[in-house]
């Protein structure tokens, strides 16, 4: 990155703090990028122009009029072009190719409607290792398609807060929603191409934003953070996820279902594995038993008397002599 560039790009983000300048987009560099401004009324759109900020002067990148159509400047021809640009479009972001270094900054697009006048987006391009990587989401929310939603969160510190902004994270972008000012009760509403309804009021500790009629482009991954003037942040990180004819506990329960299923199979799978584990261990016991007890019936069967080939008779047909199991013959008692 040019030294000179950076170094504007630091007074001017001073400058910007100084005046509370607000940046509604955060984009990560990319060879190819877009930055979006999408105006979120349907008014009719006059003219329209992005700027690239500069410390001197604000440098004009391309222009559209619904009569006249696009114009781009010299130095950023065949590189950038409009995403969208028709007369009926409110979409007016603009793309970059074969994005470098050099394209890191501030920009801000400035549009002119009728009846409602001017409207403005700012935007800054940040090198893809400095791009804010978001945290894991610490709660899970869960809503229905079409429904207002409503995220929250509160905090849970005895600092004494300035501020408590939202934050929509994405891969590639971080969105701000709202910020409001915690000393003075004042907000600032983000040029995000949806509506979000939001409170603010001085010293508040808890706070939330509405998305009404959320539409499947809502979910993703959402950010609060309470700041104080020392420096201490508390933050918040929710992912919402919307479903499509279900509601909120239809959908836990689903989850809450599948999660017992999985427990009950594990536990059937334990109990088969140690009933298995028992038989073969009985089996291998008697295995044993029988082994010994052949061996013993072969060592006392070669200690046997032998049986007399003609055995004497005691008239009544009857051998004296009968057999025993228990390894030798004992004589018939007469009678």
Not at 71 to 82: E, G, H, L, N, S
Request: charged share 20%.
């Amino acid at each position: 990155m040019d030294y000179l560039t950076f170094f504007l790009a630091i007074l001017y983000m001073y400058k910007a703090l100084c005046e509370e300048v607000f940046w509604d987009t955060t984009v990560k560099l990319a060879e190819n990028m877009t930055l979006e401004c999408v105006y979120p009324s349907m008014n009719t759109l006059t003219q329209m122009e992005w700027f690239k900020i500069n410390m001197m002067k604000d440098e004009s990148i391309a222009l559209f009029n619904p009569t006249y159509g696009v114009i781009v400047r010299k130095p950023y021809a065949d590189r950038v072009y409009f995403s969208n640009s028709t007369n009926a479009s409110n979409d007016m972001s603009l793309s970059f190719h074969n994005a470098s270094e050099a394209d890191i900054g501030f920009y801000y697009c400035s549009l002119h409607t009728f009846p409602h006048g001017p409207w403005k987006k700012m935007i800054q391009v940040v090198p893809s290792d400095t791009f804010e990587v978001a945290v894991p989401s610490t709660i899970q929310t869960v809503s229905e398609l079409g429904k207002n939603v409503t995220l929250t969160c509160q905090s849970q510190m005895q600092w004494q807060f300035q501020e408590v902004t939202w934050e929509k994270i994405q891969p590639h972008q971080i969105d701000l929603l709202t910020s409001c000012n915690l000393s003075q009760g004042s907000s600032y509403t983000s040029k995000y191409p949806r509506q979000i309804l939001s409170n603010c009021s001085q010293g508040m500790r808890r706070t939330f934003i509405t998305m009404p009629l959320a539409t499947a482009s809502d979910s993703g991954l959402y950010r609060c953070c309470f700041k104080a003037s020392t420096g201490e942040t508390e933050t918040f990180t929710i992912r919402l996820t919307l479903t499509e004819g279900k509601t909120n506990n239809h959908y836990i329960l689903f989850v809450a279902g599948g999660a017992a299923l999985l427990l009950l199979l594990a536990l059937l799978i334990t109990i088969a594995t140690v009933i298995s584990y028992k038989r073969r261990r009985r089996r291998q016991k008697r295995g044993l038993f029988k082994e010994y007890w052949d061996t013993q019936n072969k060592a006392a069967s070669n200690h046997r008397s032998p049986v007399p080939t003609n055995q004497p008779s005691d008239g009544t047909g009857e051998d004296i002599y009968v057999n025993y199991p228990n390894f030798f013959r004992r004589p018939k008692t007469r009678v």
